[in-house]
């Protein structure tokens, strides 16, 4: 079952609102997540798999679920939809998502370039997979890369220890101070800050195991060079 992390849309704001309302107890109205995807549509990401299609699944015949159960029709735009509100379209779930920004606090008009991160969420299932981690890394640099963002800021649970766990030992966040009743429900959150560096930020710097060495395309090399050296009677499909 492949795995997609893309730029957030539109169209995902129905299933970001569902994923937030399943694992988080901090909720938006549905214009508040309309609003981050308007003004910084670069910031915020999903990800998504796919499923076997319709027509493969009903094929199979295993349970009495009729087509008109599984599938409704949108006359407007004529395409059938998967009555479950995880699904973008059929066939694509989002099982996670960071919703992001640059701050826009009048307060701080004078301090320089800066994010927020102000929602991240993983479908339970889809947890321990490093999906977190990936989305946070597409939202950091794409803030430092097109909005030149010096720095991005958050506030965590103290009692969420495995989101304190990704921001402070894995994304290297530093925890500011301690803002008391910050959650409607009066808890403390960690106040967290990490300084962007477009270098470090690189996607390419996390696209292997950690045994490996990054691989840097000079632009220049040809990349069937290796292939053609050995032959092509070793290759195998």
């Known amino acids: 079952m492949p795995i997609t992390i893309r730029r957030a849309t539109i169209d995902d704001i129905i299933c970001m609102q569902n994923a937030n309302l399943h694992n988080l107890p901090e909720n938006y109205m549905m214009k508040y997540y309309m609003y981050h995807i308007l003004s910084w549509p670069e910031l915020s990401f999903v990800a998504t798999t796919t499923d076997i299609t319709v027509d493969d699944d009903l094929s199979n015949d295993k349970s009495n679920t009729t087509y008109e159960e599984y599938m409704t029709l949108d006359d407007n735009l004529g395409n059938s939809i998967k009555l479950d509100p995880t699904y973008v379209k059929p066939g694509e779930k989002l099982i996670g998502y960071v919703l992001a920004k640059m701050n826009d606090d009048p307060d701080q008009s004078g301090e320089p370039a800066n994010g927020h991160i102000t929602s991240l969420s993983v479908m339970r299932t889809f947890r321990r997979m490093g999906l977190a981690e990936k989305l946070m890394r597409q939202a950091l640099f794409a803030m430092r890369e097109v909005n030149q963002a010096t720095y991005v800021s958050l506030h965590v649970r103290q009692s969420n220890r495995a989101a304190l766990h990704l921001y402070r030992d894995t994304l290297q966040f530093e925890v500011l101070s ?32 950690p045994k490996d060495e990054p691989v840097e395309d000079d632009l220049k090399s040809d990349l069937l060079e290796d292939i053609i050296r050995e032959g092509l009677d070793n290759i195998t499909v």
């Open 178 to 209: 301690i803002e008391k009743s910050y959650y409607q429900d009066g808890e403390d959150a960690y106040a967290m800050k990490k300084i962007l560096d477009l270098n470090e930020l690189k996607i390419s710097n996390f696209a292997h195991g």
